[in-house]
Nanobody, 120 residues
Framework: QVQLVESGGGLVQPGGSLRLSCAAS????????MCWYRHATGKERELVAS???????TYADSVKGRITISRDNAKNTVYLQLNSLKPEDTAVYYC??????????????WGQGTQVMVSS
């Protein structure tokens, strides 16, 4: 069974940094694009950043210059480096991956979410 497991969230002061990780595990044939979304209370879910299998990245305007997405294809893991954090970055962060399991068709998988809280 394929699953995505996130880690790295927590409480950080404004201006601080966090690094989120999301590892895909199970019987996986290939992993395509991987993304990070966030969902803040009272707001719609937002696509924060994405990275293709070849490393092409995109970012939401709200985080450009402060957040970096990267991946380790050997580990089927995607990372999100959060810098210069602001209170408005507070949200549950979810990773998402389009992947093909060893058996069955390609599909989109979601992690369980990790809470990031930015507060003094």
């Amino acid at each position: 069974q394929v699953q995505l497991v996130e880690s790295g969230g927590g409480l950080v002061q404004p201006g601080g940094s966090l690094r989120l990780s999301c590892a895909a595990s199970g019987h996986i044939f290939s992993v395509g694009a991987m993304c990070w979304y966030r969902h803040a209370t009272g707001k719609e879910r937002e696509l924060v950043a994405s990275i293709s299998s070849s490393g092409t990245t995109t970012y939401a305007d709200s985080v450009k210059g402060r957040i970096t997405i990267s991946r380790d294809n050997a580990k089927n893991t995607v990372y999100l480096q959060l810098n210069s954090l602001k209170p408005e970055d507070t949200a549950v962060y979810y990773c998402n991956a389009y992947l093909r399991p060893s058996r069955g068709p390609s599909d989109t998988y979601w992690g369980q979410g990790t809470q990031v809280m930015v507060s003094s």
